[in-house]
């Protein structure tokens, strides 16, 4: 395990695996019945809860939470300051076999920073979640999410559009504003922006 920056070192419960090789950014919590393998990165201010899992090729960035019961798998990258709510589920693999080996058609899953995927929501492999996108409990994710999309459903369709604090937005007109943080939004060519 090894450490960076100015913040604590990183922690992790005597249940939890750490695997010689693996990288964990200062401040980083990971707690009981985790298993991080040789060559993960994780970023600085993470919390991975119980029971997860993160494979040798997975990449986390900073001040990410991954909830309990959660697997990262080779392929998988979560920006920074992204959230997994529990039992979020990723793949690697579109056309899995168990008598076929399919290792080197691995895909590529980008979580976008800031982006949410709520409790059992499942990510097929492939795909990017945008920017600030949210994504609802059990939504079932085939296809890319555009940022500040709020998805639901399966599989998972856009409904309205998500806040940088996490609000469903008013429809913008074209634009809206953030009830609680007052944060203003301009719909342009179909993608919403920050104004």
């Given at each position: 395990?090894?450490?960076?920056?100015?913040?604590?070192?990183?922690?992790?419960?005597?249940?939890?695996?750490?695997?010689?090789?693996?990288?964990?950014?200062?401040?980083t919590r990971v707690w009981h019945f985790a298993h991080v393998c040789a060559g993960a990165t994780i970023g600085r201010r993470c919390s991975l809860g119980q029971n997860v899992y993160v494979a040798p090729s997975a990449n986390?960035?900073?001040?990410?939470?991954?909830?309990?019961n959660v697997s990262i798998y080779d392929g998988v990258i979560l920006e920074d300051d992204v959230f997994c709510g529990p039992s979020v589920v990723f793949t690697n693999v579109r056309h899995p076999r168990a008598h076929?080996?399919?290792?080197?058609?691995y895909q590529t899953t980008r979580i976008r920073k800031?982006?949410?995927?709520?409790?059992?929501?499942?990510?097929?492999?492939?795909?990017e979640v945008g920017e600030f996108a949210f994504v609802g409990a059990g939504a079932v994710v085939t296809a890319d999410v555009v940022p500040y999309a709020l998805v639901v459903g399966q599989p998972a369709r856009q409904i309205g559009w998500a806040?940088?604090?996490?609000?469903?937005?008013?429809?913008?007109?074209?634009?809206?504003?953030?009830?609680?943080c007052g944060q203003r939004y301009a719909l342009r060519e179909g993608a919403l922006q920050p104004v």
């Open positions: 395990m090894t450490t960076n920056g100015d913040l604590a070192a990183p922690w992790a419960h005597p249940s939890a695996i750490i695997d010689e090789g693996a990288h964990l950014g200062a401040g986390i960035g900073e001040g990410v939470k991954i909830q309990n076929v080996s399919r290792r080197d058609a800031g982006a949410t995927l709520g409790a059992n929501a499942t990510v097929v492999c492939g795909v806040c940088r604090c996490g609000l469903t937005l008013p429809a913008p007109d074209p634009q809206c504003a953030c009830t609680e």
